[in-house]
């Protein structure tokens, strides 16, 4: 069965840095194009970073751009989320998505993927 794990989600003071990680089952990271998501309760799941397969290409939400970035580790099939520079408002459950589907970047929207982890809960206190 398909599976999408996340951990590293805790609990960090304004300014500290946590990474995400999401191991995948039975998926190939070397053809899925791989994202982060977030999702505060009364919210719509907002996109976080997406990574295409291949090129390896990379996307940001603006609300995180410069003080988050994405990565993976094909060989070991693992999904990183680096955060830096923590703040209040980044706190949300974070989830790692997955599909097989080809869309033009920045590909974003939580409509184009197939697959979902359970979420880890990222908290941030000031």
């Known amino acids: 069965m398909l599976q999408l794990v996340e951990s590293g989600g805790d609990s960090v003071q304004s300014g500290g840095s946590l990474r995400l990680s999401c191991a995948a089952s039975r998926l190939s990271m070397n053809n899925h194009r791989m994202a982060w998501f977030r999702q505060v309760p009364g919210k719509e799941r907002e996109g976080v970073a997406v990574?295409?397969?291949?090129?390896?290409?990379?996307y940001y939400a603006d609300s995180v751009k410069g003080r988050v970035t994405i990565s993976k580790d094909n060989a070991k099939n693992i999904l990183y989320l680096q955060m830096d520079s923590l703040a209040p408002e980044d706190t949300a459950m974070y989830y790692c998505?997955?599909?097989?589907?080809?869309?033009?970047?920045?590909?974003?929207?939580?409509?184009?993927?197939?697959?979902w982890g359970q979420g880890t809960q990222v908290t941030v206190s000031s």
């Open positions: 990574i295409y397969p291949g090129s390896a290409a990379t």
């Open positions: 998505t997955a599909t097989p589907r080809r869309y033009p970047p920045p590909a974003l929207e939580s409509g184009l993927y197939n697959y």
